[in-house]
């Protein structure tokens, strides 16, 4: 699915920024942090499986969330920035913290399936967690060396910008007019999705047919033993 993802991916930061310099940096980045990220997952000794096969994909999705927000935001800052590396420095004062604590959650949040009984579950959630914060670290890293070496926007790309995020604060907007002004709804509402969900949750039943499908001596028995 990567190839896919990546292709939808593209085709979206193109929509968002109309620009290739939307597009390049982003993409870059992310595939230089999938990259660097199962190979750090090869080098710790680990190997593809059934579980694991999807961290790749995981990764992208997760990793193109914090460059989009970065470079967004550097395009706001070169409407008023002076220099590419002035408009860097307001990006990343506001970003950094911002960023560091969605990857850190994340991070933690995969972390926590190293409490599973299952080996390679465990395994699986070290990998996402250490494949998290290494691509925050290339993306902290890389998109300030990749726009310092590019000139500030013109006018006609800032515009084209400034466009995308007008559009993306009227939707916003409308959802946040909508549940202030609407608050009894909103709160009954969530009440009911939650109430819904709570019953689904006690109707779920582990399904371990797949392994018993397998015989003792089947590998995957042997490592989730």
């Given at each position: ?8 991916v593209a ?7 109309r ?5 390049a ?5 992310v595939a ?15 190997s593809?499986?059934?579980?694991n096969?999807?961290l790749?994909?995981?990764l ?17 800052e ?19 913290g ?7 959650t ?12 299952l ?18 670290i290339?993306?902290m890293l ?25 559009a ?7 959802f ?6 609407r608050?009894?709804?909103a709160v ?31 590998p995957a ?5």
């Open positions: 699915f990567v190839p896919l993802t990546g292709a939808f085709l979206l930061l193109a929509f968002l920024f620009n290739g310099r939307g597009v940096v982003p993409t870059l980045v230089l942090s999938i990259t660097g990220a199962v190979g750090l997952m090869m080098q710790l000794g680990g593809l499986n059934i579980i096969s999807s790749p994909t995981l992208l999705v997760i990793a193109v969330a914090d460059t989009v927000h970065i470079v967004a935001r550097y395009f706001e070169s409407a008023t920035a002076s220099s590419p590396r002035e408009a860097i420095e307001r990006t990343f004062a506001a970003m950094l911002a960023c560091a604590l969605t990857s850190l994340s991070a933690v949040g995969f972390a926590s399936l190293l409490s599973a009984h080996p390679i579950i465990r395994s699986f959630g070290l990998q996402a967690a250490l494949g998290i914060l290494f691509a925050y290339v993306a890389l998109i300030p060396a990749l726009l310092m070496r590019l000139p500030l926007p013109g006018p006609a790309m800032q515009a084209r910008a400034a466009r995308s995020s007008d993306s604060l009227l939707v916003t907007g409308f946040v007019h909508l549940v202030t002004a608050k009894g709804v009954t509402i969530t009440a009911a999705i939650l109430a819904f969900s709570a019953v689904g949750i006690a109707l779920v039943e582990a399904d371990s047919h797949l392994m018993e499908e397998l015989t003792d001596a089947h028995s042997v490592a989730n033993r």
